[in-house]
């Protein structure tokens, strides 16, 4: 069905006598006949615009997303208010339907918000460069783990177990191409390992990567874990939760050669994942290092203010192999989702809004940590997020949980074998007060519940007691 | 030409930085309902942030008015023909935005428990049935973000196919007109490249392949090839080269941007290729968004299968009374592990998904015809006139989806390059082609026009093509210094780059 074609027949026709062939199907003669595939292809024939609606609907109704239950899940990604004006500006035809900005007379708009952006995540994070964005989080990590090999000439990463495990699960997948050896230094108290840490810098370490908040919620004492890497001659890399660099003291005044991050909490959707961005700074000297498209200023013949494509011959299309990354279609949309959330919360909404994560967490934190097969997974200071351990198996305290329509938080037993009964409950503007109290209430029932149903280990091994049945 | 500055043009560039005021602001939080603490005695103080960033002060309908501002200064698909060539800028159904923005994909959290997210599982299990069955090869990866994060995912799926086998081999093969993302991959995955020659139709030059294979025996990993090739000719020795990459035990990898020529007509897998990327974003109608989101999902065969990366989007049968379901696994001990957190561009998915369904098998095939047709067409008609003299097509024959022509005639006689002539293409209201790619045709300009263009489109950027060669017969100029309408004129893009400023700059 090709409704988004118009050729009617007798377009056809006369297009086909212009060619000089009489049939479409000539046209495919270069292609030897063996490799023709003589058959349709074993699709469902096309529908209407209705039923394929209808089509995704139903799928859509079979996920429970953060409408249909109250979602305190975290771990990178997180549910919060996207202002109305980040859709409406976003699905503008003049922003959805352009391509990079080849042609930059006619791409002054998209350059422009470029600029912009580029301009705000080098506020947020008080690096003086930042790129138009990369793909996502934790390939932004494997990128800087790339950038920070070829200024150092050194191939060793030292890093905290604290860095999201997808993002040390990418750095490794890709070290194994670009030829990196990764050495990861553990967790005390939900904090990094300061003296692990500078045990295992070296002068072979290319980068230590730490991540602030770390992927347990807490925050790190960034300036202090970086001196190794200072000493030593290795970048430091900070990856950073953009909605908490209104409170927290930014990467780049920290010692930070790199900040980055999954840029997902400003003016994107969870989308299940993607597409959302990755936001990437770095100091003056990493500049012809960096990654991914650069929107900078300049003049057009008439005098008048531009932007344009800078620094265009570190990039693959220019340099081939010796490109700074392989880069090329990235994130230029999502950037200006985040763009405009940022420019609509504005220098007090932005500062204001991380104050109000810090203390409604606060509260959370108080609040669960009061149930009764609740605690601490550990005491370090959090912004937005924070872990607990469970006194029952996680994942039957979730699904009890989600039966109320709470989905209460990301299990870390996959990621962290240690933490088995661990849960990191996060938290945006979006969770009230009262959804915390009622996720206070809930845990605390389920947990109750479970030990009833599933007594502890020693209750279970006790003999029944005479004339119990 | 009489240079009156246009009203967009006299409307100068202000940031929205530069539209601050002090006390202004769009946003209304919530109030913090809970009892507050003072910030230092939740966080040390040395650990907190004085002075917070200079984010703008504008309040609502000013923000609006700046991007729909900065908007107009944009062009785009919907507003005309966009035939840059390599890109497949085809139409965006609007039914895909919508579904995608249904709340139970788009507020859907990427670490929900499978057992709660089964519809978008179907979604990408569905997706990646479909894309395997028109590529041609039985397993599918959606985890790689865009094509070139395809092209690693490749090379890297290579490298452990090949470390399995107790190997290791350094050297990739690409064709010296490859796109750029190509050997920027290879270099990245830790490989060497080594620059195959190209024939004068555009493909590859078989004596100067086998040369490469015996000069290089045992070492080379993988072949990269487009087919049709970058000047949209469909290589005929596609069966020999796989078969020659093979004997010399590499894998053979399909850079999928030009897919949108042969979808339903011929399959990369069934060409030889193991292991192919798929660019959501030109041929499954994804928004190009001003450069991304897109998505490059992976489709391998059997031998490549074990290595795609984690987790896999898998259909487990039923059991104890319940239906068959979707999981997601991670089990996968050969994987060459994660490309990017959670599970990928879920969002380009349900688009690209949509858009599949919406077309079906039939109307993909008939796509791909009609994409192949109006760029015949095209062709013919920029082989009439002037266009036919000054511009002639870098190999005469019938093309695939796209083709290239040469402005080395135009440059010579009418002293214009192909730059100025795309200059000029914009005051006539159209994006120009892809210029100065590939490399082996000199000044090159590569034409896609899509499936999705009318005749009288097509029809249209002939006589814009035809009327700019004739005005340029009599005045040269005119082209050089365009264009003349759009809200900038010529940048300068050198000086952007050797005194960069990239941010604002506070006073």
């Given at each position: 069905?090709?409704?988004?074609?118009?050729?009617?027949?007798?377009?056809?026709?006369?297009?086909?006598?212009?060619?000089?062939?009489?049939?479409?199907?000539?046209?495919?003669?270069?292609?030897?006949?063996?490799?023709?595939?003589?058959?349709?292809?074993?699709?469902?024939?096309?529908?209407?615009?209705?039923?394929?609606?209808?089509?995704?609907?139903?799928?859509?109704?079979?996920?429970?997303?953060?409408?249909?239950?109250?979602?305190?899940?975290?771990?990178?990604?997180?549910?919060?208010?996207?202002?109305?004006?980040?859709?409406?500006?976003?699905?503008?035809?003049?922003?959805?339907?352009?391509?990079?900005?080849?042609?930059?007379?006619?791409?002054?708009?998209?350059?422009?918000?470029?600029?912009?952006?580029?301009?705000?995540?080098?506020?947020?994070?008080?690096?003086?460069?930042?790129?138009?964005?990369?793909?996502?989080?934790?390939?932004?990590?494997?990128?800087?783990?790339?950038?920070?090999?070829?200024?150092?000439?050194?191939?060793?990463?030292?890093?905290?177990?604290?860095?999201?495990?997808?993002?040390?699960?990418?750095?490794?997948?890709?070290?194994?191409?670009?030829?990196?050896?990764?050495?990861?230094?553990?967790?005390?108290?939900?904090?990094?390992?300061?003296?692990?840490?500078?045990?295992?810098?070296?002068?072979?370490?290319?980068?230590?990567?730490?991540?602030?908040?770390?992927?347990?919620?807490?925050?790190?004492?960034?300036?202090?874990?970086?001196?190794?890497?200072?000493?030593?001659?290795?970048?430091?890399?900070?990856?950073?939760?953009?909605?908490?660099?209104?409170?927290?003291?930014?990467?780049?005044?920290?010692?930070?050669?790199?900040?980055?991050?999954?840029?997902?909490?400003?003016?994107?959707?969870?989308?299940?994942?993607?597409?959302?961005?990755?936001?990437?700074?770095?100091?003056?000297?990493?500049?012809?290092?960096?990654?991914?498209?650069?929107?900078?200023?300049?003049?057009?013949?008439?005098?008048?203010?531009?932007?344009?494509?800078?620094?265009?011959?570190?990039?693959?299309?220019?340099?081939?192999?010796?490109?700074?990354?392989?880069?090329?279609?990235?994130?230029?949309?999502?950037?200006?989702?985040?763009?405009?959330?940022?420019?609509?919360?504005?220098?007090?909404?932005?500062?204001?809004?991380?104050?109000?994560?810090?203390?409604?967490?606060?509260?959370?934190?108080?609040?669960?940590?009061?149930?009764?097969?609740?605690?601490?997974?550990?005491?370090?200071?959090?912004?937005?997020?924070?872990?607990?351990?469970?006194?029952?198996?996680?994942?039957?305290?979730?699904?009890?949980?989600?039966?109320?329509?709470?989905?209460?938080?990301?299990?870390?037993?996959?990621?962290?074998?240690?933490?088995?009964?661990?849960?990191?409950?996060?938290?945006?503007?979006?969770?009230?007060?009262?959804?915390?109290?009622?996720?206070?209430?809930?845990?605390g029932a389920a947990l109750s519940a479970e030990r009833g149903a599933f007594p502890s280990q020693k209750d279970a091994k006790a003999p029944v007691p005479e004339g119990a049945s | 030409m009489a240079l009156t500055e246009t009203p967009m043009q006299a409307e100068r560039a202000r940031t929205i930085y530069e539209k601050s005021k002090?006390?202004?602001?769009?946003?209304?939080?919530?109030?913090?309902?809970?009892?507050?603490?003072?910030?230092?005695?939740?966080?040390?103080?040395?650990?907190?942030?004085?002075?917070?960033?200079?984010?703008?002060?504008?309040?609502?309908?000013?923000?609006?008015?700046?991007?729909?501002?900065?908007?107009?200064?944009?062009?785009?698909?919907?507003?005309?023909?966009?035939?840059?060539?390599?890109?497949?800028?085809?139409?965006?159904?609007?039914?895909?935005?919508?579904?995608?923005?249904?709340?139970?994909?788009?507020?859907?959290?990427?670490?929900?428990?499978?057992?709660?997210?089964?519809?978008?599982?179907?979604?990408?299990?569905?997706?990646?049935?479909?894309?395997?069955?028109?590529?041609?090869?039985?397993?599918?990866?959606?985890?790689?973000?865009?094509?070139?994060?395809?092209?690693?995912?490749?090379?890297?799926?290579?490298?452990?196919?090949?470390?399995?086998?107790?190997?290791?081999?350094?050297?990739?093969?690409?064709?010296?007109?490859?796109?750029?993302?190509?050997?920027?991959?290879?270099?990245?995955?830790?490989?060497?490249?080594?620059?195959?020659?190209?024939?004068?139709?555009?493909?590859?030059?078989?004596?100067?392949?086998?040369?490469?294979?015996?000069?290089?025996?045992?070492?080379?990993?993988?072949?990269?090839?487009?087919?049709?090739?970058?000047?949209?000719?469909?290589?005929?020795?596609?069966?020999?080269?796989?078969?020659?990459?093979?004997?010399?035990?590499?894998?053979?990898?399909?850079?999928?941007?030009?897919?949108?020529?042969?979808?339903?007509?011929?399959?990369?897998?069934?060409?030889?290729?193991?292991?192919?990327?798929?660019?959501?974003?030109?041929?499954?109608?994804?928004?190009?968004?001003?450069?991304?989101?897109?998505?490059?999902?992976?489709?391998?065969?059997?031998?490549?299968?074990?290595?795609?990366?984690?987790?896999?989007?898998?259909?487990?049968?039923?059991?104890?009374?319940?239906?068959?379901?979707?999981?997601?696994?991670?089990?996968?001990?050969?994987?060459?592990?994660?490309?990017?957190?959670?599970?990928?561009?879920?969002?380009?998915?349900?688009?690209?998904?949509?858009?599949?369904?919406?077309?079906?098998?039939?109307?993909?095939?008939?796509?791909?015809?009609?994409?192949?047709?109006?760029?015949?067409?095209?062709?013919?008609?920029?082989?009439?006139?002037?266009?036919?003299?000054?511009?002639?097509?870098?190999?005469?024959?019938?093309?695939?989806?796209?083709?290239?022509?040469?402005?080395?005639?135009?440059?010579?006689?009418?002293?214009?390059?192909?730059?100025?002539?795309?200059?000029?293409?914009?005051?006539?209201?159209?994006?120009?082609?892809?210029?100065?790619?590939?490399?082996?045709?000199?000044?090159?300009?590569?034409?896609?026009?899509?499936?999705?263009?009318?005749?009288?489109?097509?029809?249209?950027?002939?006589?814009?093509?035809?009327?700019?060669?004739?005005?340029?017969?009599?005045?040269?100029?005119?082209?050089?210094?365009?264009?003349?309408?759009?809200?900038?004129?010529?940048?300068?893009?050198?000086?952007?780059?050797?005194?960069?400023?990239?941010?604002?700059?506070?006073?």
């Amino acid at each position: 069905m090709t409704r988004y074609t118009s050729a009617t027949p007798d377009d056809r026709r006369q297009m086909l006598d212009a060619i000089g062939v009489g049939s479409a199907a000539e046209l495919f003669e270069q292609i030897p006949e063996p490799l023709r595939l003589g058959r349709p292809l074993a699709l469902p024939d096309g529908m209407g615009e209705a039923e394929v609606y209808e089509r995704l609907a139903a799928l859509a109704e079979r996920n429970a997303d953060a409408e249909a239950q109250v979602c305190f899940v975290g771990a990178g990604m997180y549910d919060h208010y996207v202002p109305a004006i980040v859709d409406a500006i976003t699905s503008r035809s003049e922003f959805l339907t352009p391509y990079t900005p080849y042609q930059p007379e006619i791409s002054q708009g998209g350059l422009q918000v470029m600029f912009e952006f580029q301009t705000a995540m080098s506020e947020l994070t008080g690096l003086p460069v930042s790129n138009a964005g990369l793909y996502e989080g934790p390939s932004s990590v494997a990128s800087a783990g790339y950038l920070a090999m070829g200024a150092t000439k050194r191939r060793k990463f030292v890093v905290s177990r604290g860095l999201h495990p997808h993002s040390r699960e990418t750095l490794a997948t890709y070290s194994v191409g670009y030829g990196a050896e990764l050495v990861e230094v553990g967790l005390e108290g939900g904090l990094t390992d300061a003296a692990a840490l500078a045990g295992a810098v070296d002068g072979e370490t290319a980068a230590v990567i730490l991540q602030s908040p770390n992927f347990l919620g807490s925050v790190e004492d960034v300036e202090a874990l970086g001196a190794a890497a200072k000493e030593h001659g290795a970048l430091l890399i900070v990856a950073c939760d953009p909605m908490t660099l209104g409170i927290l003291k930014p990467p780049g005044e920290c010692g930070a050669d790199i900040a980055l991050g999954e840029g997902q909490p400003l003016g994107n959707r969870l989308d299940f994942g993607g597409p959302s961005f990755g936001f990437f700074c770095a100091t003056e000297a990493q500049i012809r290092r960096m990654p991914g498209r650069i929107a900078g200023e300049t003049e057009d013949v008439d005098g008048r203010r531009g932007f344009v494509l800078a620094l265009q011959t570190r990039e693959q299309h220019i340099r081939r192999e010796k490109a700074t990354n392989n880069i090329c279609t990235a994130q230029a949309l999502n950037a200006l989702g985040a763009m405009v959330h940022l420019a609509w919360l504005g220098r007090q909404g932005f500062r204001e809004l991380g104050e109000l994560l810090v203390q409604r967490t606060a509260y959370a934190r108080e609040r669960l940590t009061a149930v009764d097969g609740v605690k601490l997974l550990h005491e370090a200071p959090v912004a937005r997020e924070f872990a607990v351990r469970l006194d029952a198996p996680v994942d039957k305290v979730l699904d009890r949980v989600a039966e109320r329509g709470i989905a209460a938080g990301y299990p870390l037993g996959r990621d962290y074998p240690e933490f088995e009964d661990g849960l990191l409950i996060a938290i945006t503007e979006r969770r009230t007060k009262s959804q915390i109290d009622e996720l206070a209430e809930a845990l605390g029932a389920a947990l109750s519940a479970e030990r009833g149903a599933f007594p502890s280990q020693k209750d279970a091994k006790a003999p029944v007691p005479e004339g119990a049945s | 030409m009489a240079l009156t500055e246009t009203p967009m043009q006299a409307e100068r560039a202000r940031t929205i930085y530069e539209k601050s005021k002090p006390g202004r602001r769009a946003a209304a939080l919530p109030a913090a309902e809970v009892p507050e603490k003072p910030l230092a005695e939740l966080i040390p103080e040395n650990l907190l942030r004085a002075a917070p960033p200079r984010l703008p002060e504008i309040a609502e309908p000013e923000i609006v008015r700046h991007y729909n501002r900065l908007s107009r200064r944009n062009f785009d698909l919907d507003s005309g023909f966009y035939p840059l060539g390599s890109c497949t800028m085809k139409h965006n159904p609007r039914l895909n935005e919508r579904v995608a923005a249904l709340p139970g994909h788009a507020r859907l959290h990427p670490a929900q428990d499978p057992r709660r997210a089964q519809g978008a599982l179907e979604l990408m299990w569905l997706l990646q049935e479909s894309l395997s069955e028109i590529c041609g090869l039985p397993h599918v990866s959606l985890q790689p973000s865009a094509g070139s994060h395809g092209e690693l995912a490749g090379l890297l799926l290579t490298r452990a196919y090949h470390a399995d086998r107790g190997e290791e081999r350094t050297k990739v093969l690409a064709p010296d007109t490859s796109h750029g993302t190509n050997p920027a991959s290879v270099t990245m995955a830790g490989y060497e490249v080594v620059k195959v020659a190209t024939d004068e139709q555009g493909g590859v030059e078989m004596d100067d392949l086998r040369a490469k294979l015996a000069e290089n025996e045992g070492e080379v990993a993988c072949l990269m090839l487009t087919n049709p090739n970058t000047l949209g000719v469909f290589d005929e020795n596609i069966a020999e080269i796989a078969k020659l990459i093979h004997e010399a035990g590499g894998t053979l990898y399909y850079d999928g941007a030009n897919l949108n020529a042969v979808m339903g007509h011929s399959r990369p897998g069934d060409m030889g290729f193991d292991i192919v990327h798929v660019n959501l974003h030109k041929s499954f109608s994804q928004p190009h968004g001003g450069g991304g989101p897109g998505a490059g999902p992976i489709a391998v065969s059997d031998r490549i299968e074990p290595y795609l990366p984690r987790p896999q989007v898998v259909r487990r049968a039923g059991s104890n009374g319940h239906g068959p379901g979707f999981d997601l696994d991670f089990e996968r001990p050969k994987s060459i592990g994660r490309l990017r957190g959670f599970q990928g561009n879920f969002g380009v998915f349900v688009r690209s998904y949509a858009y599949i369904l919406s077309l079906g098998g039939d109307g993909l095939s008939e796509a791909s015809e009609t994409a192949v047709l109006n760029a015949n067409y095209l062709k013919a008609r920029l082989a009439e006139g002037r266009a036919g003299e000054r511009l002639p097509i870098a190999f005469d024959r019938h093309c695939m989806h796209e083709f290239v022509l040469s402005g080395k005639p135009m440059k010579r006689d009418l002293g214009l390059a192909t730059l100025d002539l795309a200059k000029r293409l914009l005051d006539f209201g159209f994006h120009p082609p892809t210029v100065y790619f590939p490399l082996l045709v000199e000044e090159a300009l590569m034409v896609e026009p899509t499936e999705t263009e009318t005749k009288e489109s097509l029809d249209a950027f002939a006589e814009a093509i035809e009327k700019i060669l004739a005005e340029a017969e009599d005045n040269p100029e005119l082209a050089k210094n365009a264009p003349y309408t759009t809200p900038v004129r010529r940048l300068d893009e050198v000086k952007a780059t050797r005194q960069p400023v990239v941010r604002q700059q506070f006073g």
